[in-house]
């Protein structure tokens, strides 16, 4: 390797090296204030940078939104993955849906930075002049935002499929295991997206109640469930009592 080769590495390590930085601090930020309160400006100052040494590495904010959601994907996959390996795939489902919603209500930041709208229009760069916001691919209908969340959903896809094949969901035959697999997805960021409105949705322990009644909706009950079911319209009534006002969920 000759001098200049070896000057190119060390610069290219060192680009590298900062491009983490600024995610390390813009992270930081978003997890401490909320992404409204992140700027080019407050994250060079974070750095010990210039806003326009920023604008190298990133070129807006939404730029670094994007490089963070991506991250969070990431994130995300790397719990559901494991869950993968489990044989039976109704119990698969019930594992991966309440892993996503569990990661979703305690990463919240990383979560909405996952799922957040483009900006549009413009931004002050460095030296007050307006920079057009960059431009996002916008994927066709049938891509996903990044390849983390397409691997996602193939969890989702390949748990329907095995548990179709299992002539056990009466709605396996109604599309391909793709399809449902996002409408899957849909359900669980809906209950993800209305847990975070605040505590009068749902506590810890009624969201998981939330899911698996999601899910048996969406699946049909387990045969166990059905078994229990038969057995309590056999069994004799419960004597009367007072109903009691659920308490209010704590903050």
């Not at 190298?56 to 996959?77: M, P, T, Y």
């Not at 307006?130 to 896809?157: G, K, N, S, Y």
């Not at 179709?164 to 899957?184: E, Q, V």
Request: proline fraction near 5%.
């Amino acid at each position: 390797m000759n001098s200049a080769e070896a000057k190119d590495l060390r610069a290219a390590a060192l680009r590298v090296a900062l491009r983490a930085r600024i995610l390390d601090a813009a992270r930081r930020i978003v997890t401490r204030d909320g992404f409204e309160a992140l700027s080019m400006r407050k994250l060079a100052e974070a750095i010990g940078y210039s806003p326009a040494s920023l604008y190298l590495h990133f070129e807006s904010r939404d730029e670094i939104a994007r490089a963070l959601g991506r991250e969070g994907f990431a994130q995300l996959l790397a719990q559901l993955e494991p869950l993968g390996a489990i044989d039976d795939p109704r119990e698969r489902l019930h594992a991966l849906a309440h892993a996503y919603v569990a990661f979703g209500c305690a990463h919240q930041q990383a979560y909405r930075l996952m799922y957040r709208e483009p900006e549009e229009g413009g931004r002050a760069g460095a030296h007050g002049a307006t920079r057009a916001t960059v431009a996002t691919v916008t994927p066709a209908e049938h891509e996903l935002p990044c390849e983390e969340a397409a691997r996602m959903a193939d969890l989702f896809a390949d748990a329907l499929e095995a548990l179709a094949a299992t002539g056990n969901w009466r709605h396996g035959a109604r599309g391909d295991s793709a399809l449902l697999a996002r409408a899957l997805w849909a359900m669980l960021h809906g209950v993800v997206a209305l847990s975070q409105l605040g505590p009068g949705f749902a506590h810890e322990a009624s969201l998981t109640l939330i899911v698996d009644a999601a899910l048996d909706g969406w699946l049909g009950a387990s045969a166990a469930k059905n078994g229990d079911a038969a057995a309590q319209h056999n069994a004799p009534p419960p004597p009367a009592r007072t109903a009691k006002k659920t308490p209010d969920c704590p903050s």
